[in-house]
């Protein structure tokens, strides 16, 4: 005679299968599925080889930029910085190889280190300086793109041959999106199966408790930022490498498709929550709009208020999603 | 004032609210099997359960954060469904939660008319809002500066504001979430003389405490839960051992049941010497030997928690010395600590202790990630085996490993924390609070596992609010007061008033002074 229906039946629902508990679980990526589901019946162009990995290439950058950020948002912490500090790497690379008289591969080591070094300095001002890491890595985007500017002198610089090769093909495949797998899988790994990883996740949760477990916390905060640094170097030379030059205006703006990227995989700006996979999902539905769109002819005026319009619902499905949850 | 109310005797009144036969289940576990509980105007309803047994699920349906998936609730005599907390206000439920609802660089009139600032011309009417405010601190006596920054008030004025601020919106039936829990035996009876009050004004009140000396002083009526079920319906004045019989559905023996089994060499495992910090503690020297477990007795501010501090590593100290098995210690590391065999439960552990949204098998883990790394790689299948074996052997009730720690109740989040330290091996714990908002079984439970670290040869540091705890657990009882050690008692000499002499000796004047400066405001 009790069983009055009420507002929380739908959350029945929830639970059962297995299926359903990883549908629930990933739901950029049952996005994703239902976006190329939904191109593909809209237009004949979306499932034919050359589209599919224009799109691989096309998110390779965002991806690996992603990827390293993804460190710093497990970790709470945020990285304005990585669009810049992409372009400054490719610079310097570039100007290490052209007007260094550098062999090409140290070129390409020395573009990932001044990404790495970019990064640990904003890490070091995080970890030690305590700065907020918004205000460090803002400081970082600024100075970062500032010394792009100088060493360049405004103008683009071309790339070793090394470089170029990163944005070239292997057989088929283009080389861009090897880097992309590649870089996932060690990202993965990192934070999966590493000491540091874990760690990671436990001072995004809760820094202080991971401090009075042990945990080294600045040493944890100095590592997420060199990643992220180092990632968005290899992002910068991946950028690079497919125009054979590194141009001084390079990946502006790209720090904020970054952080979509990494939010609509499901990681959470609080830190102690995101996965590599969910990351790479969600770059892959940023840019399978952009080129669904331009399939269809929409304007690109139009794809920016969609792309926005995107990151609200997607994080306002997962936020609903987890306020469900008991706690 | 505690003449029962038993639901076969409802009184002239008709009840507020009424939860009847009430289920709530969050995926395939049903945490609440049909509860009816009812809220008399002018009753205070104790909700009494360990941790799990449902309590907080049971006032969340009351204040309309959860629905229930069964069951009715009634307001008034009427069904209604309460879909979120604005729902319950509007019928006037207020929840004062542990966790203050407060914004504390505001002021005490800002948060009371939060959401409903008077306006005047658009712009805020600080005058009608100071007018306002007083209104509501009058409602409960309460005689504080409406201007004063809600900060640098006490934990006890804030929860007075935060229940101003309910009754200023109306409200006629509080739900106290262990209002009690953070406050001085003062501060409590300053709070218990505002309940008496709202009584009388025919407020209806839902009171959850763990401390069972409250329900007879508060309480009108107790519904007994357990595990989710309804178990009885009893008057306050019902003796504490009935109550904890119902509660945990045995009657326990012993509540301290220390034991001293170790019989391995006389060693010193911890010896603490001339500890100094700049403010706080001065000059703070014992020594702590195997099987032994020493308690760390003293007034809130005394510097016990300080002294706990310094050792583990956590925060540094400017003179003195920390030994482990004579070995001495590095100065504020944490690490060393944990090397050389320190283990650390903290205070507050959602704050310091867990990591909430983390899995318990995490938690458990994080002090051994690197010790068992191999190539900095984490030894994924060994952690686990560890975590769950400690699991089992603490008896952490959980649907798995993977379970966040957060979703297990208190008393199951702080065994996950000393699970921790075993997995470490560590022989010197240092506990602050150990059971502070831990159920009475998972109490016994702890004790007993302090008796298995000791009978292992461990030594145990225990800092406690609660003096019957500190006198039934320890071996030797230290009395801080005023930041030194001012006495040292053995468990033999120990009684309350011994312990609470030492305490005030030193600062009785101070102690005063602080209060009378509390109080002025």
Same mark, same amino acid.
């Given at each position: 005679?009790n069983?009055?229906?009420t507002?929380?039946?739908?959350?029945?629902?929830r639970?059962?299968?297995?299926?359903?508990r990883f549908l629930a679980?990933?739901g950029?990526l049952?996005g994703?599925?239902?976006?190329?589901?939904?191109?593909f019946?809209a237009?004949p162009?979306f499932?034919?080889?050359p589209?599919?990995?224009?799109?691989?290439i096309?998110a390779?950058?965002i991806?690996?930029l992603?990827?390293?950020?993804?460190?710093?948002?497990?970790a709470?912490?945020i990285?304005?910085s990585v669009?810049?500090?992409?372009a400054?790497?490719?610079?310097?690379?570039?100007?290490?190889?052209s007007?260094g008289?550098?062999?090409?591969?140290i070129?390409?080591i020395?573009?990932?280190?001044i990404? $790495?070094?970019?990064?640990a300095?904003? #890490?070091? @001002?995080?970890?030690? %300086?305590?700065l907020?890491?918004?205000i460090? &890595? !803002?400081?970082?985007?600024s100075i970062?793109?500032g010394l792009?500017?100088v060493?360049?002198?405004?103008r683009?610089?071309?790339t070793?041959?090394?470089?170029?090769?990163?944005?070239?093909?292997?057989?088929?495949?283009?080389?861009p999106?090897?880097v992309?797998?590649v870089?996932?899988?060690?990202?993965a790994?990192?934070?999966?199966?590493t000491v540091?990883?874990r760690?990671?996740?436990?001072?995004?949760?809760?820094k202080?408790?991971?401090?009075?477990?042990?945990?080294?916390?600045?040493?944890?905060?100095v590592t997420?930022?060199?990643?992220?640094?180092?990632?968005?170097?290899?992002a910068?030379?991946?950028?690079?490498?497919?125009?054979?030059?590194a141009?001084?205006q390079?990946a502006?703006?790209?720090?904020?498709? $970054?952080?979509?990227a990494?939010v609509? #995989?499901? @990681?959470?700006?609080? %830190?102690g929550?995101?996965?590599?996979?969910? &990351? !790479?999902?969600?770059?892959?539905?940023?840019?399978?709009i952009r080129?669904?769109?331009n399939l269809?002819?929409?304007?690109?005026?139009?794809?920016?208020?969609?792309?926005?319009?995107v990151?609200?619902?997607?994080?306002?499905?997962?936020?609903?999603?987890?306020?469900?949850?008991p706690h | 004032?505690?003449?029962?109310?038993?639901?076969?005797n409802?009184?002239?009144?008709n009840?507020i609210?009424t939860?009847?036969?009430v289920?709530?289940?969050f995926?395939?576990?049903?945490?609440i099997?049909?509860?009816?509980?009812?809220?008399?105007?002018?009753?205070v309803q104790v909700?009494?359960?360990e941790?799990?047994?449902?309590?907080?699920t049971?006032?969340?349906?009351m204040?309309g954060?959860?629905q229930?998936?069964g069951g009715?609730?009634?307001?008034d005599?009427?069904?209604?469904?309460?879909p979120?907390?604005?729902?319950?206000?509007?019928?006037?439920i207020?929840?004062?939660?542990?966790?203050?609802?407060l914004?504390g660089?505001?002021t005490?009139?800002?948060?009371?008319t939060?959401?409903?600032i008077?306006?005047?011309?658009g712009?805020?009417?600080?005058?009608?809002?100071?007018?306002v405010?007083r209104?509501?601190?009058?409602?409960?006596?309460?005689?504080i500066?409406?201007d004063?920054?809600v900060a640098?008030?006490g934990?006890a004025r804030?929860?007075?504001?935060?229940i101003?601020k309910?009754?200023?919106l109306?409200?006629r039936?509080l739900?106290?979430d262990?209002p009690t829990a953070?406050?001085t035996k003062?501060?409590?009876a300053?709070?218990?003389?505002?309940?008496?009050?709202?009584r009388?004004?025919?407020?209806?009140?839902v009171?959850i405490?763990h401390h069972?000396?409250?329900?007879a002083?508060i309480?009108d009526?107790?519904?007994v839960?357990?595990?989710g079920?309804f178990?009885?319906e009893?008057?306050?004045?019902?003796?504490e051992?009935e109550?904890?019989?119902?509660?945990?559905?045995?009657?326990?023996?012993q509540?301290?049941?220390?034991r001293?089994?170790?019989?391995g060499?006389?060693?010193?495992l911890?010896?603490?010497?001339g500890l100094?910090t700049?403010g706080?503690i001065?000059n703070?020297?014992f020594?702590?030997?195997?099987?032994?477990?020493?308690g760390?007795?003293?007034?809130v501010?005394?510097g016990?928690?300080e002294?706990?501090r310094?050792?583990a590593?956590?925060?540094?100290?400017?003179?003195?010395?920390?030994?482990?098995r004579?070995?001495?210690?590095?100065?504020?590391s944490i690490?060393?600590a944990?090397?050389?065999?320190?283990?650390h439960?903290?205070?507050?552990?959602?704050?310091?202790?867990?990591?909430?949204?983390?899995?318990v098998?995490?938690?458990?883990?994080?002090?051994?990630?690197s010790?068992?790394a191999?190539?900095?790689l984490?030894?994924?299948?060994?952690q686990?085996?560890?975590a769950?074996?400690v699991?089992?052997?603490?008896?952490i009730?959980?649907?798995?490993l993977?379970?966040?720690?957060g979703?297990?109740?208190?008393?199951?989040?702080?065994?996950?924390?000393?699970a921790?330290?075993?997995?470490?091996?560590?022989?010197?714990?240092?506990?602050?609070e150990p059971?502070?908002?831990?159920?009475?079984?998972?109490k016994?439970?702890i004790?007993?596992?302090?008796?298995?670290i000791t009978?292992?040869?461990g030594?145990?540091?225990?800092?406690s609010s609660e003096l019957p705890?500190?006198?039934?657990m320890?071996?030797?009882?230290?009395?801080m007061?005023?930041?030194?050690?001012s006495?040292?008692?053995?468990?033999?000499?120990?009684?309350q008033?011994?312990?609470?002499?030492l305490?005030v000796?030193d600062?009785?004047?101070d102690?005063?002074?602080?209060?009378m400066?509390?109080g002025?405001?």
């Amino acid at each position: 005679m009790n069983k009055v229906a009420t507002a929380a039946a739908p959350k029945k629902a929830r639970g059962g299968s297995r299926i359903g508990r990883f549908l629930a679980d990933n739901g950029a990526l049952v996005g994703l599925f239902v976006l190329g589901l939904a191109l593909f019946i809209a237009t004949p162009d979306f499932l034919t080889g050359p589209n599919l990995l224009n799109i691989g290439i096309q998110a390779s950058v965002i991806a690996v930029l992603a990827f390293g950020l993804t460190f710093v948002i497990v970790a709470a912490g945020i990285d304005l910085s990585v669009g810049s500090v992409a372009a400054l790497s490719a610079m310097g690379s570039a100007w290490i190889f052209s007007e260094g008289s550098m062999p090409g591969w140290i070129a390409l080591i020395g573009g990932l280190a001044i990404g $790495a070094l970019s990064g640990a300095v904003s #890490g070091f @001002a995080v970890a030690y %300086g305590r700065l907020p890491s918004f205000i460090a &890595t !803002l400081a970082m985007l600024s100075i970062a793109r500032g010394l792009t500017l100088v060493i360049s002198e405004g103008r683009p610089i071309g790339t070793a041959p090394e470089v170029s090769f990163l944005g070239g093909d292997l057989g088929v495949i283009p080389m861009p999106i090897i880097v992309l797998v590649v870089a996932g899988l060690v990202a993965a790994f990192i934070l999966n199966f590493t000491v540091m990883g874990r760690y990671m996740y436990a001072v995004g949760g809760n820094k202080e408790a991971a401090r009075l477990s042990g945990v080294p916390v600045r040493k944890v905060l100095v590592t997420v930022f060199t990643l992220s640094g180092l990632f968005a170097g290899l992002a910068g030379l991946l950028l690079s490498g497919r125009l054979d030059s590194a141009q001084p205006q390079a990946a502006v703006g790209y720090e904020l498709d $970054a952080i979509a990227a990494v939010v609509i #995989g499901g @990681a959470s700006l609080a %830190g102690g929550i995101g996965r590599i996979s969910g &990351t !790479l999902v969600g770059a892959l539905v940023l840019v399978v709009i952009r080129n669904g769109l331009n399939l269809l002819n929409v304007s690109s005026f139009w794809q920016q208020v969609v792309i926005g319009l995107v990151i609200a619902v997607a994080v306002g499905i997962d936020s609903l999603r987890r306020k469900n949850q008991p706690h | 004032m505690s003449d029962s109310t038993m639901s076969d005797n409802p009184g002239t009144d008709n009840p507020i609210l009424t939860l009847d036969n009430v289920i709530k289940s969050f995926g395939p576990v049903t945490v609440i099997k049909g509860v009816t509980v009812n809220v008399y105007p002018g009753k205070v309803q104790v909700l009494l359960g360990e941790n799990g047994a449902g309590k907080s699920t049971l006032i969340k349906m009351m204040a309309g954060v959860y629905q229930p998936d069964g069951g009715r609730i009634l307001v008034d005599g009427k069904e209604v469904r309460l879909p979120d907390t604005n729902a319950s206000e509007a019928l006037g439920i207020a929840t004062i939660h542990q966790e203050l609802n407060l914004v504390g660089s505001m002021t005490v009139a800002e948060n009371i008319t939060m959401g409903r600032i008077p306006r005047r011309f658009g712009l805020v009417d600080r005058k009608k809002m100071r007018e306002v405010a007083r209104e509501a601190l009058a409602m409960i006596g309460l005689d504080i500066d409406v201007d004063h920054k809600v900060a640098e008030l006490g934990i006890a004025r804030q929860q007075l504001v935060e229940i101003a601020k309910a009754l200023s919106l109306d409200a006629r039936m509080l739900i106290l979430d262990e209002p009690t829990a953070a406050l001085t035996k003062r501060e409590i009876a300053a709070l218990f003389s505002v309940v008496e009050d709202l009584r009388e004004r025919g407020v209806g009140m839902v009171f959850i405490s763990h401390h069972l000396d409250e329900i007879a002083a508060i309480g009108d009526s107790v519904s007994v839960l357990r595990d989710g079920e309804f178990v009885a319906e009893v008057p306050a004045d019902t003796h504490e051992d009935e109550l904890v019989r119902l509660m945990v559905g045995r009657s326990i023996e012993q509540q301290f049941p220390r034991r001293r089994e170790y019989d391995g060499p006389d060693a010193t495992l911890l010896e603490v010497n001339g500890l100094s910090t700049k403010g706080t503690i001065n000059n703070v020297s014992f020594t702590v030997k195997a099987g032994e477990i020493v308690g760390l007795a003293g007034l809130v501010g005394a510097g016990r928690t300080e002294v706990i501090r310094a050792i583990a590593g956590v925060d540094p100290y400017a003179s003195g010395s920390v030994r482990v098995r004579g070995k001495e210690l590095p100065k504020s590391s944490i690490g060393a600590a944990i090397r050389a065999g320190v283990g650390h439960v903290p205070e507050d552990r959602k704050a310091h202790g867990l990591v909430l949204g983390a899995p318990v098998n995490e938690n458990i883990g994080y002090a051994t990630l690197s010790t068992t790394a191999k190539s900095g790689l984490v030894d994924r299948a060994g952690q686990r085996k560890r975590a769950e074996d400690v699991a089992d052997k603490l008896r952490i009730r959980m649907h798995n490993l993977d379970q966040v720690v957060g979703s297990l109740s208190g008393g199951n989040q702080q065994k996950t924390v000393f699970a921790r330290w075993i997995v470490a091996n560590s022989s010197v714990l240092l506990l602050d609070e150990p059971t502070r908002g831990v159920d009475v079984g998972a109490k016994v439970e702890i004790y007993e596992l302090m008796n298995a670290i000791t009978a292992a040869g461990g030594a145990v540091v225990m800092v406690s609010s609660e003096l019957p705890e500190v006198l039934g657990m320890s071996d030797r009882v230290l009395v801080m007061s005023g930041g030194h050690i001012s006495g040292e008692l053995n468990a033999d000499d120990a009684t309350q008033d011994a312990v609470m002499s030492l305490a005030v000796r030193d600062v009785q004047r101070d102690l005063e002074d602080k209060l009378m400066e509390d109080g002025h405001e």
